[in-house]
């Protein structure tokens, strides 16, 4: 039913537009509610959590390598296309797709009746080793241990990730190395700086330089890997943050922000994180190893040439409404233009 009325949202936004808003806008009537995990009830974080385990026993459908579970699909699905996903302008997009796919998999193969919740990460900023998120007993489970930093308590100590680290194949842990400097980035001044950009070209960049790389090199290890990052469950409450700083963004910049998209198709190695580079703390300390001081090494002159390439749906190298964003079969692909507001039929979410 869902998905069935997001083709008709697809049809009538790619080609009735009114006063700037795309048609189908306001058929959302009960939007769902996603709230912060530190704000749900004991019940609620359990409920969550038991989901979470059930897409990680359910069985891999679609035969994409490494998988063996429906929580190993998903992360196929970002580690796959990481470079067309990330330094683009798809990224955030990509990601807000993601998150409705992985709620929209736990209500309706593992009879999940709550929404997906999100972390309020400017609340732990610094301090994310001491987060209820990672609670052992209605949480994700603590930091790492040596030597492997695999996770040693929480409800997902012992999953095998068949995907990772990055492209590889290959078994493993779970594991994180949480670092409170790195999580600074995800405070609320990062937040702040990326709210006075009003154009999603500037815009874009700054969300995925930080706050983004906070939540990521807060955690550490898988967290911090580009490519095989949804190994680490809780991938999914940093991106539907991320996601609600995107809607953030974009409700102080109706009706434009739900109507338009720009960004390049192809990453550019030296923008970093789309020329959002990630922040520089102090001494120098970086979330990202190998980019001390913020530069991207062999970066230092910023002369690698940008190869122009089009992607399904879009003309040239610039991303369009019409971009394709691929699931791979676990649910039908969508198109930018599907995902750029939360308020229409197929989304029909909002952030509390
Ligand atoms: C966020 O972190 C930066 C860098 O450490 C710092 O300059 C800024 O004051 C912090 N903002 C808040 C709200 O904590
Ligand atoms: C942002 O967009 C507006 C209109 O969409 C345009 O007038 C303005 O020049 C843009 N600003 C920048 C910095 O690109
Ligand atoms: C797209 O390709 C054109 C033509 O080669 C190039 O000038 C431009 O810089 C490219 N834009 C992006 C965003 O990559
Ligand atoms: C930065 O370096 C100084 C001098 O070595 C040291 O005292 C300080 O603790 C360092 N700060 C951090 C956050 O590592
Ligand atoms: C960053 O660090 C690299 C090597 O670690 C150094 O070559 C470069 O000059 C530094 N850049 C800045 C802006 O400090
Ligand atoms: C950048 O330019 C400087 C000065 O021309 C040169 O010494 C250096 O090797 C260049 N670095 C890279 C990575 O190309
Ligand atoms: C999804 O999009 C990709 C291109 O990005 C395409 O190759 C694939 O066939 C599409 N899948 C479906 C089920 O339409
Ligand atoms: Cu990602």
């Avoid at 998988?67 to 990224?91: K, P, Y």
């Avoid at 080793?129 to 040693?152: E, Q, T, Y």
């Amino acid at each position: 039913m869902k998905w069935h009325s997001s083709i008709v949202v697809a049809l009538l936004s790619a080609s009735v537009v009114v006063n700037g808003i795309p048609l189908g806008t306001t058929s959302c009537t009960v939007k769902s509610q996603r709230k912060a995990w530190h704000t749900l009830t004991k019940d609620e974080k359990l409920e969550y959590l038991d989901a979470e385990k059930c897409l990680m026993k359910l069985p891999a459908k679609l035969g994409l390598p490494g998988t063996r579970t429906r929580f190993d699909e998903l992360q196929a699905s970002h580690a796959m296309q990481a470079e067309i996903t990330h330094g683009v302008g798809a990224f955030l997009p990509f990601h807000r797709l993601l998150m409705h796919t992985h709620e929209y998999l736990m209500q309706t193969e593992c009879g999940y009746e709550g929404t997906q919740p999100y972390w309020d990460e400017p609340r732990d900023a610094g301090k994310f080793s001491k987060s209820v998120v990672l609670d052992p007993d209605v949480g994700f489970g603590g930091d790492g241990v040596a030597p492997d930093n695999c996770i040693a308590d929480g409800p997902f100590v012992g999953y095998m990730n068949g995907i990772g680290p990055g492209h590889l194949i290959s078994d493993h842990c779970i594991d994180r190395k949480v670092n409170d400097v790195a999580s600074q980035a995800a405070n609320q001044s990062f937040v702040d700086q990326c709210y006075k950009l009003q154009n999603y070209s500037t815009a874009w960049p700054c969300m995925e330089g930080s706050p983004h790389s906070g939540g990521h090199g807060g955690i550490g290890a898988e967290m911090l890997n580009p490519i095989s990052s949804p190994g680490d469950p809780i991938f999914y409450l940093h991106h539907t943050y991320l996601d609600k700083v995107w809607w953030g963004w974009q409700a102080l910049n109706l009706p434009a922000s739900v109507s338009e998209i720009t960004g390049r198709n192809v990453q550019d190695p030296c923008a970093g994180f789309g020329g959002g580079l990630p922040w520089t703390g102090p001494n120098g300390t970086s979330p990202f190893p190998g980019w001390p001081n913020g530069t991207i090494p062999g970066c230092e002159n910023d002369t690698t040439p940008v190869i122009p390439q089009s992607l399904p749906g879009d003309p040239g190298n610039v991303t369009t409404m019409n971009h394709v964003l691929n699931m791979f079969g676990i649910v039908p692909n969508s198109t930018v233009g599907d995902v750029l507001d939360i308020r229409n039929d197929f989304l029909c979410y909002e952030y509390v």
